[in-house]
């Protein structure tokens, strides 16, 4: 059973940051770009970032570039997600999504597995 587990949102002040994880369990993590998608209220999900098998490429919207990084830990089967510079509109439930043998997608059904999501709230 895959499972995909999410944690390190909360509520953080714009400018700051904050360090979201993803846990895989269940399947061959190395198998598998990641990627990170998230969804504001009354809004669709939409792609964030993502990171590909070896961790040799990442690709942002544009929206976070510069200001978000994803990396994994491979030995860990966890992926992350540093923010920094939070803005209020970064406000969002963001959730981890993982793509068997694909190139980064910026497109939900690209994806095989999701995760619950995390809440991430930024005051101004």
């Known amino acids: 059973q895959v499972q995909l587990v999410e944690t390190g949102g909360g509520l953080v002040q714009a400018g700051g940051s904050l360090r979201l994880s993803c846990a895989a369990s269940?399947?061959?993590?190395?198998?598998?770009?990641m990627g990170w998608f998230r969804q504001a209220p009354g809004k669709e999900r939409e792609f964030v970032g993502g990171?590909?098998?070896?961790?040799?490429?990442?690709y942002y919207a544009d929206s976070v570039k510069g200001r978000f990084t994803a990396s994994r830990d491979n030995a860990k089967n966890t992926v992350y997600l540093q923010m920094n510079s939070l803005k209020p509109e970064d406000t969002a439930i963001y959730y981890c999504?993982?793509?068997?043998?694909?190139?980064?997608?910026?497109?939900?059904?690209?994806?095989?597995?999701w995760g619950q999501g995390t809440q991430v709230t930024v005051s101004s």
């Open positions: 999504a993982a793509r068997l043998w694909g190139r980064i997608g910026v497109q939900e059904n690209e994806y095989n597995y």
């Open positions: 990171i590909n098998l070896n961790s040799l490429n990442t």
């Open positions: 269940g399947l061959t993590f190395s198998y598998y770009a």
